[in-house]
């Protein structure tokens, strides 16, 4: 960080991602100073069990997004099935169902661009494991912004595709085991 404190935390995952979540997110406190937003590729016809399960795990509010509401600290919005999640210039949080993303949606890219847009340099994106390339250009949006760019070390993930494509990105960003994660997101936004 160069002295600029997040005002949100970005999160992109796809195969394997329940098992790397589940060692990041338990870890958080509940009043983490900013909104944590996820995108888990997640077929558009299945019910999403993520904010359940993960309530059930976490210390933090675990909820899916909704359409105009605002993205709130202490809280983290996964995105619904079927649709892009996205982050509006005013914080609030907006749904798509514009067409797919490198064959996803929700996709990653279309997260991590809109709140690259919306947050500027204040913003924390994370790529974790995955075996498509979504992701990557929505991390090089939040590099060339200032943000903060976090790759899971791809030699430990489920799959390596996701960080390795994130890493060709943006290749300055942080690559962290997943057990690193979370304490290195609670000394970058301390409460």
Known sequence: MSGVLPRAVVIGASAGALQALSQILPELPADFPVPVLIVVHVPADRRNMLAPLFQAKCR?????AEDKEPAMAGTIYFAPPGYHLLVEADGSLSLSSDEEVLYSRPSVDVLFESAADAYGPN????????????GAQGLRAICESGGTAIVEN???????????????????AH?????????????????
């Open 60 to 64: 933090m509010l675990v909820r899916e």
């Open 123 to 134: 913003v924390v994106g994370i790529v974790l494991t995955g075996a498509n390339p979504d």
């Open 154 to 172: 791809p030699a430990d993930a489920y799959a390596g595709t996701m960080p390795e494509e994130a890493l060709k990105a943006c290749p300055k």
């Open 175 to 191: 690559v962290l085991a997943l057990g690193e994660i979370a304490a290195h997101l609670l000394r970058v936004c301390p409460a």
